[in-house]
């Protein structure tokens, strides 16, 4: 079975940082073939896309988190990270890890084209 697990979430102050991790494990293809992103869910919010990265390590961004937020993968470890920096109360979300097999595809952060999803990690900024 595909298992995507999140961590390093936590609480954190105005203008702090944290990291999140995302370890893929159980894909039926090479893990550079899988766009990997990250999203968040606030309360009685709709989810929305963070960022994205594709096998090659092309990135997008929400405007909302572009130049504080950094996406990476390791795909030798089968691993995305997220760095959040100058984290602002609007931050506070669960952030959700997810996959989608596209091979040359564009890079999308519409929540209905990805193919599996971890349970999430929450963050908190107060």
């Known amino acids: 079975d595909v298992q995507l697990v999140e961590s390093g979430g936590g609480s954190v102050q105005n203008g702090g940082s944290l990291r999140l991790s995302c370890a893929a494990s159980?894909?039926?293809?090479?893990?550079?073939?899988?766009?990997m992103a990250w999203f968040r869910q606030a309360p009685d919010k709709e989810r929305e896309g963070v960022a994205v990265i594709d096998g090659g390590g092309t990135t997008a961004y929400a405007d909302s988190v572009k130049g504080r937020f950094t996406l990476s993968r390791d795909n030798a470890k089968n691993t995305l990270y997220l760095q959040m920096n100058s984290l602002k109360p609007e931050d506070t979300a669960m952030y959700y890890c997810?996959?989608?097999?596209?091979?040359?595809?564009?890079?999308?952060?519409?929540?209905?084209?990805?193919?599996?999803w971890g349970q999430g990690t929450q963050v908190t900024v107060s």
């Open positions: 159980g894909l039926t293809l090479h893990y550079s073939i899988y766009h």
């Open positions: 997810a996959a989608r097999a596209v091979v040359g595809g564009p890079q999308k952060l519409e929540p209905r084209v990805y193919d599996y």
